[in-house]
């Protein structure tokens, strides 16, 4: 490997040698190679709870459901309890035929055995499952300065980004590793220099952009690196509130799956932003404008992997990453408004609302709503889209998204807000709303 | 005629092989999502995105690559990679390795003992230098020969 010139203290280096047993040393040469990679000076105690990516009992992970038995057998937990994201299927929201649900049966035959060792090592609570952990009914939020070893690249996005927290993009399983020492290497987002911004974006559309396509847009060109982002502050204000927080959460997602952006500034609205301005960039930042054109530019770039290109959806996935409660109830109100539009009760193909179990308990516990949301063909689930496309057969399904993330790693086809609507009452979209790049007012 | 280049070894070794260039990004859950999902030993790229990968075998071949992204599950993807034999032999960095990418073959060298040789900081030259299908060699100090 490299030459070290991580420092590690006294206890640090006893518990590398053996001194908590053979597991915690292991554990611990994990994280110090891994630091020694990028440069890290020593290691730094995490502040707050964990979030962790991976909640799914896929059979396939067999290698880190070892890893993880290991840390149980060895009598180990989380310094702090933890969330992760959320469980891959819920039946009660996403209903399935026999076949489709024995092939999810095959795909996350684990889960039950996963979610045991989850308790064991700390998870936080039977509704700790949901990559938008930072939400306050989910209760798992850090604060400015925080030092954390994230995993769920759109959680660590929206802790470093809107919350000020410092986490790197870190992987399953070194994330675990972190949490039971209860230290992170210190590089990268970390440090004050990590979170410098080599590229200026310029934003300069005629109106308020979708939040998923200017987020794949930024992910696609700056890849790993952290941008600075002007002109966006017309749009969004300076004050924080659901709307503004729910826009940042779903840019953040793309900027962090279609690229691997793990930190983004914002003028005049995110914290280090407001603090610093333009002194977050390097002196030698490159700039990407983006403009209508580039987006569309964009937007058509996409590939659709459905089989017939002019099928009408079999499902339509909204909340990836889950929907806040402002998103919630104006997905609600918004479906509920284009229905009536066209005379209609119910939307042509059944619709998932995806939130954490926090909120959809909310809505779910309310008969009233729950009518109302069932006679509009409408679910409040808890699923992960993303896991419920790990299944090969419903991925060959035609399923609709405005997701960017959900696009970039299934079959499932992206559309805009405005467009999703118009699939859900008439179960097409007119060539023409394509051009249409703006957020739905 | 023969080009070398010389990096950082990460997780030393030696190899020889066949190249496989992603001028893009290599989302590593996105590539191996399909195969992993199925099982399948003999991996094909899964990832619509990837021009240049995309349905192309990567197990067995040298990886050539700027950075990982995507998802913070790469790691474990590698991991599992690495724990059904269908990994790369090699990955070989242009840029400085990213942290997924780091943390998924660090876990497999230290919890199942199994290595991918990783070489990064190869410069954007090598990108530019190497095409996919020819022989790479690898050597211990991280020095890469274009055959």
Redesign the interface.
Known sequence: ??GTKLKLTSEEQAILNGKGGEVLA?AM??IV??GE??DADCLVDIVGDQHF??SFG???????F??MQ?LIDAGLKTKNPFTVDPRPIEYESVGVNPIVKMVFSL?FGKQADYEVQLKALGLKNDNAFTCTCYFPEVGNTPGRGDILAW???SA?VYANSVLGART????????VLCAILGKAPRF?FLTDSGRQATWKIEVKTSQKPSAQLLGSAIGLKV??AVPYITGLDKFLGKEMNPEVEAFLKDMGAAT??N??VGLYHVENVTPEARDLGQKLLVPAYKTYVIDDAELKRVYTSY?I?WKNLDATPKRIFIGCPHLNRSQLDGWIENISAALKAQGLTRTKMPVALSTPPDIADIYRKDPAVKARLDAMNVSISTICPLMYM?N?LAATDPIATNSNKLR??STARFYLDEEILELMVTGTVKAAASVKIGEKA | MRKTFKGRPILSGVCQGEALVSHGGFNTLASYQTALVLRTKKASCSDQNNVDLYKKVMTGKILCLPQTIGSTTGGLVLMTACSLGSQPTAMLFSNPIDSLAAAGVILADIWLEKRIIVVDELGPDFLKAVQTGETISVAEDGTVTIE
């Open positions: 490997m490299t292991k040469r994990s190679v891994y990679v990028f990516v991976t896929a059979n396939t992970i067999k290698p880190y070892a890893m290991e795909v995993s769920e690249s660590v790197n993009r870190n992987s399953a399983g070194i994330d990268g890849m790993e962090a799956s690229g691997a590939p992997l790990n090969p970039t790693y």
